[in-house]
């Protein structure tokens, strides 16, 4: 560098070229003051999108109870829309049905993988499994519930031969499956960044692993675990492709997961794609139950927040 | 005895002459070794970290270990209760003792030795937990679970690391809030309650103000009324202050080790006299 300068033969002062260069940065300056009123903007985007999405529901909404009493809705234990009974329990009980089914199968598998990966796995497995288990949640839900009703239903009919072709317990296991990537994922994440200082005082003390683990990594860890299991449920909430796919459309008050239900994502698709007519109450209805589980799931996101916020690591 | 005059002659003296001199200095205290190290090797990978280490330490003193950055004071002193081992690809060789009993001897389980071999990091490292909850950790992991027993223990442990007095209202609070200084003590009263047999201290003050620096260190000479005190200093006043024996490293070699007044006053070694006037490190 310096030999090619001097070769060069030509002398330098920094600051005469930041002085010429400032002249040329009107421009960079217009910039610098556009760019914060762009990047409001592009944030704008979600934010009103919400709003817009909340303003429709409501609007429809009403327009629905005044056809159908919101007590009925919410407190009537029919949901058979086509002959004008609007009890919005059914649906409502088979979302958490699967949901429930959902996080059995989630969060067991997902923590254990979560410690694996954190706490027992080698580098190299890590390396390994960690992708492959982030591939989990990149496939459609669409597969998920092809998978569902091909491959599991009849795979759990082998063991219950009463089990029907749509029924909430393969629904709900696959929904399981699909979210247990992010309960390992986001779990995994909270452990592997507990200091590696609190390990250490805990095996200085004669912890085993399992002691470090279960008394040390898992309690400093604890609002990143549950932050990232309350994520998950709330899109077991939401999910709709594996259950309408897998769970059947039958409305259904029922704790039996051998039985076919609907939740309310399913009614959803339902009544959006078949032939409903413009303006009846069936169509309004979609907005009724979609605010419902918008209710729903925002209720678990602000669970979420509220409790990462309130333990927040204190590391 | 002769072989001091040896010593004096010849600086490169063989290690077992090296260690009868070791104990001759502290004949007039009892000469109870409580480790034993001997011929110690340590790698990391295919880097050698340690090279033919040869140590006995007192019972009931404090040692000092002392040496540039990188030397390996650090990770010869977490060999002392196998913390070491936690990187993988460490590979040891040699032998230690610890009260006549080879620690790496496949039997021979680490969370026993560590329970008798204790350990204080060079930052503190409080468990986010309250102050009780933390001191109670190691009795509690060991099976004890009274509550009145586990009172008297925490008392006692901060007690005996001289922070009692500042925390008595304050058990239940989490260890987070306090101070460096305090949460250092802590650490020390969490170390202590399981009654360890020796603690090792890894730059105990280095993360902490003088005034918590003297306290801690106030603190070092109190203990070791009870216990036999390993600790790993950059400072070497420090080490001359607080110390009864120091041992000096160098890239992985244990140049010196000899009573502190003794290392400090009349190094035999040219490469510890240039370490403690200066002229490096």
Known sequence: MDKSLQSEGKSFNVQQMIESNKKKTSIGEKIERIIPTLLFLCAAVSVVTTVGILFTFLRESIGFFSDVSIIDFYTGSQWSPWSGEFGVAPLIGGTLLITLIATIVAVPLGLMSAIFLSEYASDKARRVIKPVLEVLAGIPTVVYGYFALTFVTPMFQFFLPDLGIFNALSGGFVVGIMILPMVASLSEDAMNSVPNALREAAYGLGSTKLEVVVKVVLPAAFSGIVASIVLAISRAIGETMIVTIAAGATPNLTLNPTESIQTMTAFIVQAATGDTSFGSTIYYSLYAVGMTLFVFTLVMNLIAQYISRKFREEY | ?281
């Open chain 2, 1 to 281: 005895m002769s072989e001091v005059m040896v010593k004096k002659k010849n600086n490169t003296v063989n290690k077992a002459s090296k260690r009868e001199e070791n104990s001759f200095g502290l004949q007039k205290e009892k000469a109870n070794h409580i480790i034993e190290v001997n011929d110690l090797n340590l790698w990391y990978g295919s880097d050698q970290a340690l090279y033919e280490v040869n140590m006995d330490v007192p019972e009931k003193q404090v040692t000092a270990i002392i040496g540039p950055s990188g030397c390996g004071k650090s990770t010869f002193l977490k060999t002392l209760n196998r913390m070491v081992e936690m990187v993988p690809v460490v590979k040891t060789s040699g032998s230690i003792k610890y009260r006549d009993q080879e620690i790496f001897n496949r039997k021979y389980k680490q969370e026993y030795l560590r329970t008798k071999v204790g350990m204080v990091f060079q930052k503190p490292n409080p468990f986010p937990k309250s102050v009780y909850d933390n001191v109670a950790y190691g009795p509690r992991i060991h099976g004890i679970k009274k509550k009145e027993i586990l009172d008297q223990i925490v008392e006692k442990s901060l007690k005996g690391a001289a922070i009692w007095d500042e925390l008595k209202d304050r058990l239940h609070e989490n260890a987070y809030g306090l101070s460096g200084g305090q949460q250092q003590r802590v650490c020390i009263a969490r170390a202590l309650a399981v009654e360890p047999d020796v603690i090792l201290m890894d730059e105990p003050t280095s993360a902490l103000d003088p005034i918590s620096t003297a306290k801690v260190e106030e603190l070092v000479q109190e203990l070791k009324e009870k216990y036999s005190i390993i600790i790993v200093t950059h400072n070497m006043q420090q080490a001359a202050r607080i110390s009864d024996k120091t041992a000096f490293f160098l890239n992985g070699e244990l140049i010196e080790f000899a009573d502190t007044d003794h290392l400090f006053q009349n190094p035999q070694d040219k490469r510890t006299e240039d370490y403690i006037t200066g002229r490096f490190g």
